[in-house]
Structure formats: structure tokens, C-alpha cells
């Protein structure tokens, strides 16, 4: 029996649609990876051979290696909309679990949105990431005065707190619901 509420699923089906599958395919594999970094490389101007583009590469497919050996229950290269629902059920059930996939993913993307690299995350830098994947730049705005709580900037550790916020909390208001730059589900 599953633990994930109706809400969770509809902010963990968000994450997989809009940020994991990218080509859009119904699973996520390898080649959404793929395109997630040349998108990342490209919204930041790092081309190929740039040491920001090798550490990129590196560290998403790192990320990939984690959530597929997580999630891919029938080992066939793809995390399927059920395997990503029953990993974050089983995160659920036993959040001492951690996985080291989804933290190397958290810092990751801190990172990509510091783009002044002054260790804070503001709406602006929030905005261009959230919206390079689809989302709507205005909504990415609401989205950041909502998760910061109304302050110009969230550090490392508070974006820490709001993230394991999103992936956990029922409570539609909790701030971390929008650090993937969505205002309501």
C-alpha cells in the first residue's frame, strides 16, 4: 500500500515530467540526460571541452547511475512513472534512506541556479533555470517569493530544508513546495 498522498504524487509526477523526462517520452532514461545537459551547457555558454561542461556531464550522469539503480526495478535502462512512484514510496516508508542521487541532484541544481556563485539562489538566477525547462517565467517569480518566504535570497541550507520539504510535505503551503518553480498542483 502505497504511503505517497494524492498531493505528493501530483508534485512527484511534476518533477518527472517537467525536470527528468525531458524528450518528453513517458520514462526516463539516459538520452533525457542527454538533452538536460546540452540544455544546461547551453543556457549557461559552456561548450564542449569547457571544465563547467565535463564537471556537468560528469555529475548528471552520476545522478542517472543513482536514480537508475533506485528505481529501475525490471533493469531495462528506463525509470518508468510506477518505478519512480514506488522509489519515493519506499523513501516514504524509511526517509533515513537517503539517496545519494537525490543530494548530488540538490546540489547540482543549487548550484546551476547560483549563477553569481556568491552562495545564494535569487529570483532572477531561480527564475532562469525554473523557466529554461518550460515554466513560466512569471510563475517562477511567484513561485520564488513564495519558497523564500518573501526574502531576496535562500542560501545552501535553506534551499537544503525547502527541498526535503517538497519531496515530503502534504501541507500545500509548506514554502518547499515551489522549488521547482511552480506555484500550486
Known sequence: MSVISEFRKKKLLYVFNVFFDVNQSGEIDRKDFELA???????????????KNVETHDCMFKIWEG???????????????????????????DPSTVMDWQLR????????EDASHDGTIDADEFSIVCSSYGVDKNECQEAFKKMSKGAVEV??????????????????????NFIFGKTSF
Do not use: H
Request: with cysteine; net charge negative; proline share 4%.
Open 37 to 51: 545537459i546540452e540544455k544546461i551547457c547551453e543556457l549557461r555558454g559552456w561548450p564542449a571541452g569547457n571544465p
Open 67 to 93: 536514480l537508475r539503480s533506485k528505481a529501475d526495478k525490471d533493469n531495462d535502462g528506463q525509470v518508468s512513472v510506477d518505478e519512480w512512484c514506488n522509489m519515493w514510496d519506499a523513501y516514504a516508508k
Open 105 to 112: 541532484y540538490m546540489n547540482f541544481m543549487f548550484d546551476l
Open 155 to 176: 542560501d545552501r541550507d535553506q534551499f537544503a530544508e525547502l527541498w526535503r520539504e517538497y519531496f515530503s510535505s502534504d501541507e500545500p503551503t509548506s514554502a518547499g
